[in-house]
């Protein structure tokens, strides 16, 4: 029996570096990573990297051994190194100045081919559902792209394609659940087949070229080179799950690529939003007003009355009222409005959007349109206004989706002050911070107190004040009656003239009374006497504060920590470590949001109390002005 050799076996044989698999496939760094992209191969961490890497201290990429056994099997590796095969021939051929042949090479260019990669890696329909958010979010940044030198326009313009097609199936099937306003762009999250599928679109601004240290688009453009073909795949069986013709025929004044749209980056965009507001052909003839059967809600109801059924059923009903928010109500967009995520959001759930014809294409109706419920506004005022409609700003469309109801609208009218925009990804049942208009989200009875806080403050406050004002002159009053009521018994021995003789008998009358009244409560009896001392007992006394010390409790939980720590085995300390650690970050994050809150608070109350202080001079200087020309 052969003794075997250290680093034969176990973790050493488990991985391989970078430097050895490139010598094992026979590959260039370029292509190795593009196959590795391809095929979803990455690096990986060993639990001891110094075996790993056979007694090594340096740090290596290092993959698994058998990933890199998995990718020698693969198609596309020859299909690699044809490229480089095809790159040698043609620059032959265009040095001998051999353009004949030149020619006949590029007609039998090598193409890369997918298709079986991506039913490789998801076998099943639901897998590629689950790994869709990062492919959306990348095709929805490269189809804003123009042509660049690791970016031709065919894959922009391939990406533009599939997004507006994966938009179109989230209106037709209504599909859209969340959306939220970001930094980084417009949030979106839709149900599809079961799977909750988040997105990104980026916000509109005219593109900036980037220096390549900051940014590798090769790398990007690889992955969207994977994820376009993925993507197909994935518009085509949801169209057809909905019977839609795929692909899509969208009108010929849309999506149509020219040398003026290429040239204007305005008419690209408009082009691709115009292309969301036009209605897909069907292969059968149902209405898109009819609603799909409620047979999950049957299925429910037969199966009994427990909490988890029953918060099904209330999910299911809130999900069919969300499906048909906006229907009925026809949206006109005003030219300072992004109008992207507008389209999508209203066109999800049932309503109608249209927008200036004269500066963009795609428009259904004009702004005269008396049918009109509501116009979206990002400006301070209008010359011109319907009374027939509401001027609102555009958060009112994100939070009345969130909130799945319709908001009243006077909180979004022009010029007001917008309430705090919520994300609604967010755990509602976090132990972290919450704000306090989270809070009366959920809890309803907290609306007003908390919107009425400020004020009944101030009220309370300026009542205060006159009160205090009013006790001053109380006081001086009676300070004055009393002096006054002084002199009078000086001057007069008494208050009234009341002799001695019959202050002497009035005082031996109440002697007596006071003897009487001593000998009935002698004569009480037992009873009486435990009767009163109940009464007394069960009287209500004023409560008294307990004072918290919070040295003493700090002192006290530094001691259960203490203990804490050293109740934990030797092997199990530095997870314990980590554990406290990530608890005292989360403890001071929360602290900091909690005095954030506390300064924003209390600056908005000095404004308004400095406005209302302004107004009050304000008034008080006109009243004096209109005294004056009273007066004269």
């Known amino acids: 029996m052969r003794r075997p050799k250290k680093y034969e076996s176990g973790e050493a044989a488990q991985y391989i570096s970078r430097r050895a698999a490139l010598r094992k496939l026979q590959l260039s760094l370029n292509d190795f990573r593009r196959l590795c992209i391809l095929k979803g191969v990455y690096p990986r961490e060993p639990k001891h990297r110094r075996r790993a890497q056979k007694g090594s201290s340096e740090i290596k990429i290092l993959y698994h051994a058998k990933d890199i056994r998995f990718l020698l099997h693969e198609s596309v590796v020859w299909t690699l190194r044809d490229y480089k095969i095809f790159a040698k021939k043609s620059g032959r051929d265009r040095a001998i100045k051999d353009f004949r042949n030149l020619k006949r090479r590029l007609a039998l260019f090598p193409e890369i081919k997918l298709d079986h990669i991506v039913k490789e890696r998801y076998p099943t329909f639901i897998d590629a559902l689950k790994d869709l958010d990062d492919c959306l979010t990348l095709l929805f940044l490269f189809?804003?792209?123009?042509?660049?030198?690791?970016?031709?326009?065919?894959?922009?313009?391939?990406?533009?394609?599939?997004?507006?097609?994966?938009?179109?199936?989230?209106?037709?099937?209504?599909?859209?659940?969340?959306?939220?306003?970001?930094?980084?762009?417009?949030?979106?999250?839709?149900?599809?087949?079961g799977q909750k599928v988040t997105w990104i679109v980026p916000h509109y601004y005219p593109f900036k070229p980037q220096s390549r240290q900051e940014v590798d688009f090769k790398v990007m453009s690889i992955f969207v080179e994977f994820y376009t073909i993925m993507m197909g795949f994935t518009n085509f069986r949801l169209f057809h799950g909905l019977n839609m013709a795929y692909p899509p025929q969208f009108p010929s004044s849309v999506l149509q690529d020219t040398e003026e749209t290429y040239k204007d980056e305005s008419s690209f965009v408009s082009d691709r939003i115009a292309a969301l507001n036009f209605e897909l052909l069907r292969t059968d003839k149902v209405q898109e007003d009819e609603e799909e059967p409620d047979i999950d809600m049957e299925l429910l109801e037969q199966d009994g009355d427990s909490k988890r059924i029953i918060k099904m059923k209330q999910e299911a009903q809130e999900v069919s009222r969300l499906r048909t928010l906006f229907k009925g109500l026809k949206f006109f967009i005003n030219r300072e409005v992004p109008r992207e995520p507008l389209v999508i959001i209203i066109r999800s759930f049932?309503?109608?959007?249209?927008?200036?014809?004269?500066v963009f294409a795609g428009a259904t109706y004009d702004e005269s349109d008396e049918t009109i419920t509501h116009q979206i506004v990002d400006r301070p005022s209008l010359s011109t206004q319907y009374i027939s409609r509401d001027y609102i700003q555009p958060q009112w469309l994100f939070d009345c989706v969130n909130q799945r109801q319709l908001l009243p609208t006077n909180k979004y009218f022009l010029g007001e002050t917008l309430p705090p925009h919520l994300s609604p990804f967010v755990d509602s049942k976090r132990d972290t911070y919450i704000p306090p208009e989270e809070k009366a989200l959920l809890d309803p009875s907290l609306i007003e107190?908390?919107?009425?806080?400020?004020?009944?403050?101030?009220?309370?406050?300026?009542?205060?004040?006159?009160?205090?004002?009013?006790?001053?002159?109380?006081?001086?009053?009676?300070?004055?009656?009393?002096?006054?009521?002084?002199?009078?018994?000086?001057?007069?021995?008494?208050?009234?003239?009341?002799?001695?003789?019959?202050?002497?008998?009035?005082?031996?009358?109440?002697?007596?009374?006071?003897?009487?009244?001593?000998?009935?409560?002698?004569?009480?009896?037992?009873?009486?006497?435990?009767?009163?001392?109940?009464?007394?007992?069960?009287?209500?006394?004023?409560?008294?504060?307990?004072?918290?010390?919070?040295?003493?409790?700090?002192?006290?939980?530094?001691?259960?920590?203490?203990?804490?720590?050293?109740?934990?085995?030797?092997?199990?300390?530095?997870?314990?470590?980590?554990?406290?650690?990530?608890?005292?970050?989360?403890?001071?994050?929360?602290?900091?949001?909690?005095?954030?809150?506390r300064n924003i608070d209390a600056n908005d109350k000095e404004a308004k109390k400095t406005a209302k202080r302004e107004a009050r001079k304000a008034a008080?200087?006109?009243?004096?002005?209109?005294?004056?020309?009273?007066?004269k």
């Open 620 to 631: 008080a200087a006109a009243a004096a002005v209109a005294s004056k020309l009273s007066g």
């Open 350 to 358: 049932g309503g109608k959007v249209s927008w200036d014809s004269s």
């Open 143 to 193: 189809s804003t792209f123009p042509s660049l030198h690791l970016i031709p326009r065919e894959q922009s313009n391939l990406c533009r394609r599939l997004t507006i097609e994966f938009l179109h199936y989230i209106i037709a099937s209504k599909s859209l659940r969340k959306v939220f306003i970001s930094i980084k762009g417009y949030y979106f999250q839709a149900e599809i087949k």
């Open 449 to 597: 107190t908390h919107a009425q806080s400020d004020d009944e403050s101030e009220d309370d406050a300026a009542e205060q004040e006159e009160d205090a004002v009013d006790q001053e002159l109380l006081d001086a009053q009676l300070q004055l009656a009393y002096q006054q009521e002084t002199a009078e018994y000086k001057k007069y021995g008494g208050p009234d003239d009341v002799n001695e003789d019959e202050e002497d008998a009035l005082s031996d009358e109440e002697d007596d009374d006071e003897s009487e009244d001593e000998k009935e409560e002698e004569e009480l009896d037992e009873k009486t006497r435990r009767l009163l001392e109940e009464k007394e007992k069960m009287s209500v006394q004023s409560g008294k504060v307990h004072k918290v010390n919070k040295r003493q409790v700090h002192k006290a939980e530094v001691d259960e920590h203490r203990l804490q720590a050293r109740m934990v085995k030797p092997r199990h300390r530095n997870l314990f470590r980590k554990l406290i650690r990530e608890k005292q970050t989360k403890e001071k994050e929360e602290w900091l949001l909690r005095k954030k809150r």
